[in-house]
């Protein structure tokens, strides 16, 4: 049984639907992603497990114990959110307190307690400090630091690195895996951010208009897509759609208008003539003046139209014949490449038919 059983859970705002019949079950230690664009329901969610939102159908349960009448203060969460929410006129320490304050724990336990929460989140000798003589990346951590001084079973993450630059963001992440390591607390992370659920997380639910897409390991979301959402929204993708022309020893061609006949590699009985899409990552592409002779899958003629210099990887992107444009991902120290292509340069771009991932639609 999971720790955390989301269970056919619903949440309403008069007609619209923010959560739609979402069930999911979350494993005690796990680093667990709620991943989606604005407004497809994630944030919802968390609030509906920490108990600020009532769901108007389904169940939460923890444990095995339904959490449906305990209010969020009863409840063994807690929840960290994007403003960080500290107590501008009180300390560190004693912000870091006030849970314990509140729970009635005797007075004397709690200099020692509020000692192990900074030692936990790297911030010992910063107790007396203020919160606005703190770093965005240091509040975030007194933040979580309160979070985790009850000894939460579920620590909740709304979007907490939102608000912080890219290089900080990164030294959090890398913070926030060991943090959860060491403490081996259950996290559900909310954030809009591929990249970071893709670095943080050993599960991550994909959410589109309410409902799950997709719940997988991260390598799975991004090498092998359900949808045509999900493979859109990790990441970059080519999605090549189009009828499926024929299938045999599983292969399927599929015909792209505006680029021809593309082969992929699939066990699909999807019949010719029903609608797919190949979803092709850019680096699984391969681009040369002209491919090499004897190139037996996947290859098409066109010129560079934009390019984007990014240090250690260059990327291209294709001008087809009928219009369709192939973005291709190209490492700059990539042996035997004697110079970059520029804009206007006549390429080839190929691939594998097992480059591609097959999703019906």
Known sequence: MALLEIQNVTRRFGNFTAVDQVSIGIEAGEFFTLLGPSGCGKTTLLRTIAGFEVPDGGRIL??????????????PTRMVFQSYALFPHMTVEENVAFPLQMADVPRAEIPGKVREALEDVRLTGFGKRYPHELSGGQKQRV???RALITHPKVLLLDEPLAA?????REEMQLELINLQKEVGITFVY???????ALALSHRIAVMNKGRVEQLDEPSKIYGFPRTRFVADFIGHC???????????NGVVTVDVPSLGLVRVATDSALAPGRSATIALRPEKIRIDTAAPPGTPDNHYRGSVQELLYMGDVTVYKVGMPGGMQIEALLANSQSGRARFFEVGDAVEVSWAVGAGHFIEE
């Open 190 to 196: 909310v954030t809009h951010d591929q990249t970071e």
């Open 62 to 75: 923890l444990n095995g114990e339904d959490l449906a009448d305990r209010p969020p203060e009863r409840r």
């Open 238 to 248: 080519n999605l090549l759609s189009g009828p499926v022309k024929e299938r045999a």
């Open 143 to 145: 933040a979580i630091g």
């Open 164 to 168: 912080l630059d890219a290089k900080l």
